[in-house]
């Protein structure tokens, strides 16, 4: 079987499709708002495709796959192995920092655009299902394609809720200081027209 070479700009198509679809909803659907939420929810348009794009999309790679491939190089279940070898080979800085990076803004993006008062656990459920949502097709591609260009790991679901909470923390703090100087949570520029002052819960 040859190489199989995946499109680099084919993660951008699908984010402009994304954004051009999103910035449409938020227009008609929701005329009212401000300019700053539509440009704001076209961004997290651009983030989700990162996401996709850094995941679900193949790596390119060349020549015969070989033989001898076994089902078990398609996975890594082993929590933290992949963390642990990434300190000792040097490659901390792409796999740790990269993986807790990538789900940093989910929930800043979250408390802006769904609910400025989002819950711990809500979060936590975002973080991690849409990691464990992930994670599961990669392995599906992997089956599909035959070759483990992404290796479906445990650990990168454990990172990636990790940057979710931290991203979660940085919010909270940001909604509470902004309270403290009896301020909206959200500027104007970009809070709904029909979102009170008081936080909507999720």
Do not use: C
Request: hydrophobic letters at 50%; charged letters at 15%.
């Amino acid at each position: 079987m040859t190489g199989l070479f995946i499109d680099p700009f084919l993660w951008i198509t699908i984010g402009l499709i994304l954004i051009v679809i999103t910035f449409l909803f938020f227009w008609f659907r929701r005329s009212h708002d401000p300019l700053g939420r539509k440009i704001l929810a076209a961004v997290f348009m651009i983030y989700l495709a990162t996401i996709v794009r850094f995941t679900l999309i193949p790596a390119p790679y060349e020549g015969s796959l070989g033989p001898g491939l076994q089902l078990g190089e398609y996975y890594q279940f082993l929590p933290f192995y992949t963390i642990v070898e990434s300190f000792q080979e040097g490659t901390w800085l792409s796999v740790v920092v990269g993986q807790i990076g990538l789900y940093l803004l989910l929930p800043i993006f979250f408390g802006i655009l769904v609910s400025d008062d989002i819950h711990f656990i809500w979060a936590f459920a975002i973080g991690t299902l849409l990691s464990f949502s992930i994670q599961l097709m990669e392995f599906g591609i992997n089956l599909i394609i035959g070759y483990p260009t992404r290796v479906a790991d445990i650990d990168s679901i454990i990172l990636n809720t990790i940057g979710a909470m931290i991203g979660y923390a940085i919010f909270k703090y940001y909604r509470k200081s902004r309270r403290k100087q009896n301020k909206p949570v959200l500027p104007a520029a970009i809070a709904p027209r029909d979102r009170s002052a008081t936080a909507t819960k999720l």
